[in-house]
């Protein structure tokens, strides 16, 4: 094998472990949010796991940037909470520097 090789597999393999940690932040971002928003909505014991759920299954399944702030705006809208799309998009904002530091604690 050459060095070019062993360079471009090192490229590969970083690629690939950058990716399933990105995956893993944003997946627990996903339940800091849905567990904050759950609370918001009053939600708790197996509701607000199941709330958890789908929201990391919807952002799983989702194309835009902002799916997941308009998803929550809009099940705290529903529920008659009177918050921003702005307050939302802080919130995670910050849940995903919090899970950044849980993920890289692990």
């Known amino acids: 094998m050459t060095t070019f090789d062993e360079r471009e597999r090192a490229f590969e393999n970083k690629f690939q472990h950058d990716q399933d940690l990105l995956f893993r932040i944003r997946a627990r971002r996903d339940r800091l949010a849905g567990l904050w928003a759950a609370n918001l909505l009053g939600l708790t014991g197996a509701e607000a796991d199941a709330y958890v759920r789908q929201i990391i ?11 997941i702030r308009d998803r929550l705006a809009a099940d705290l809208h529903a529920k008659g909470i009177d918050i921003s799309d702005h307050r939302v998009e802080r919130e995670l904002v910050s849940l995903l520097e919090v899970a950044r530091q849980q993920v890289h604690a692990e």
């Not at 299954?57 to 799916?67: K, L, Q, R, T």
């Open 57 to 67: 299954e919807a952002d799983i399944g989702a194309v835009g940037p902002h799916d």
